[in-house]
């Protein structure tokens, strides 16, 4: 008999505080004009909790939707690329966040992709029989380092974070179609500097993030793999763009959007958007959205998703989902976030006034007798 992996469970957990596009012309040089019709966005959220708490908020909940007692977990991926620290890794923090005492914990970093990879590779382990149950989350907690002094990155993403509970089944539920793959001639367009191990310390301070995004180049290599994988995949799984109920993308900006569904030919009513509320939350977009087109009853039994994503790699994906007959949780965690006591602009202020105090763009800024002192320790 075939095993599939059904996702019985989803939950999300926005922070409350909300960043519009005018708090962000009090600091920097732009409009709520100029960011509304470049990419949609009117609004993002900014999170005054860890990335591990929004990601075991998500994960109680989404336990509780599948009525999954967390002692059953067989695994928890982590997807994305916010970590309070390397080691011990953040999916560890999670685990002792549930009490799933059994769970194997992993982090898993494709970028804006990571979620969507750690379905790929949980439903890989569930159908080999390696594992039975397996909660996926896709967090980003991008304000905490974020250059909120260059305005070509700094308009563009939030905070969020959202999990999935993957089953054993003999039905034929879960992901049933998957395209990944990786552009990485391009993987110099899209880099955040200052993580890592790399010896750069002479012009940038670990820590102190410098973003090289060349936003066109990515524009134009989002779109046409994000259409090519979605092609494939149905392709490959025998369906046609007109077999597709919803499409559930990355949510990188709503023109690449827009150009990726025309492309696949899907109409645009087809298409889940929360761009437009909660910006570009990295690896956390794609399961939001799913979370939300289920709060909003726009999955109905038995549904085929198309879920196209895009990342820093530059990584790429395509998957397409059956899901199953339930649409409703079996039951909601009484979990929550502790209250936020800030406004967005005060906590984004808060982290503005930690980085460089002249408001310089940071490339090659520092000394190089400060540069020693900073390898030195
Ligand atoms: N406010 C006002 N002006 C701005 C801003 C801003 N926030 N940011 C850039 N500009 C200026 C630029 O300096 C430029 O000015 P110039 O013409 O005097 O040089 C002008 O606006 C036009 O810039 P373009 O790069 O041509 O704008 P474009 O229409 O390409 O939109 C954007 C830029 C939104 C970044 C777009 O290219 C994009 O969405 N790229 C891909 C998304 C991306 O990089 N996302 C990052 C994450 S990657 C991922 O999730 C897949």
Same mark, same amino acid.
């Given at each position: ?14 922070? =409350?505080?909300?960043?519009?596009? +005018? ?16 990419? /949609? ?9 860890? !990335? ?14 599948? /009525?999954?007692? =967390? ?14 620290? *390397? ?10 966040? *549930?009490?799933?005492? $059994?769970?194997?914990?992993?982090? &898993? ?16 382990? %569930?159908?080999?029989?390696? %594992? ?8 980003? &907690?991008?304000?905490?380092?974020? +250059? ?9 993403? #939030? ?18 179609? @998957?395209?990944?793959?990786? +552009?990485?001639? #391009?993987?110099?367009?899209? $880099? ?7 010896? @750069? ?26 259409? !090519?994988?979605?092609?494939?995949? &149905? ?18 900006? &709503? ?10 030919? %899907? ?26 087109? *289920? ?5 109905? =039994? #038995? ?7 895009? /990342? ?7 998957? *397409? ?9 079996? /039951? ?23 980085? +460089? ?21």
């Amino acid at each position: 008999m075939t095993t599939y992996a059904a996702i019985t469970g989803w939950g999300k957990c926005m922070p =409350p505080a909300v960043l519009t596009n +005018d708090d962000l012309s009090t600091f920097l040089d732009t409009t709520d004009e100029w960011i509304r019709t470049r990419t /949609g966005m009117r609004e993002r959220r900014v999170s005054h909790v860890s !990335a591990i708490e929004l990601s075991a908020v998500a994960s109680a909940r989404a336990l509780a939707c599948a /009525g999954v007692d =967390p002692a059953e977990v067989d695994l928890i991926i982590y997807g994305g690329v916010s970590n309070d620290e *390397l080691v011990p890794n953040s999916a560890s923090g999670v685990q002792v966040a *549930l009490g799933a005492t $059994r769970a194997a914990a992993m982090d &898993l970093n494709t970028a804006c992709t990571s979620f969507c990879y750690g379905l790929a590779t949980a439903t890989a382990m %569930i159908r080999t029989g390696a %594992i039975r149950t397996a909660v996926v989350i896709g967090v980003e &907690l991008i304000s905490r380092y974020l +250059d909120w002094s260059n305005r070509n990155v700094a308009v563009l993403f #939030g905070d969020g974070a959202a999990a999935v509970v993957l089953q054993a089944t003999d039905r034929e539920e879960g992901m049933i179609g @998957s395209v990944l793959g990786c +552009d990485a001639e #391009g993987r110099e367009t899209l $880099r955040v500097r200052g993580f890592g191990c790399t010896y @750069s310390g002479r012009d940038v301070t670990f820590g102190d993030t410098i973003w090289d995004f060349d936003g066109q180049a990515i524009f134009k290599r989002a779109v046409s793999a994000m259409a !090519a994988a979605s092609q494939r995949v &149905l392709e490959q799984a025998g369906y046609r763009p007109e077999d597709v109920d919803l499409v559930v993308p990355h949510q990188a900006n &709503l023109r690449i959007i827009e150009a990726v569904a025309k492309y696949a030919g %899907i109409p645009m009513e087809k298409v889940m958007l929360t761009v437009q509320k909660y910006a570009n939350m990295s690896a956390a977009t794609v399961p939001v959205a799913l979370a939300e087109a *289920l709060e909003e009853g726009r999955v109905r =039994p #038995g549904a085929l998703l198309l879920m196209p994503a895009f /990342g820093g790699g530059l990584t790429y994906n395509s998957l *397409l989902v059956r899901w199953g007959q339930r649409v409703t949780p079996l /039951g909601e965690s009484a979990r929550e976030l502790p209250p936020c006591r800030e406004s967005a602009l005060e906590l984004v202020n808060r982290v503005r006034a930690t980085q +460089d105090p002249h408001g310089r763009s940071r490339a090659g800024l520092m000394a190089p007798e400060f540069a020693e002192a900073v390898l030195r320790q």
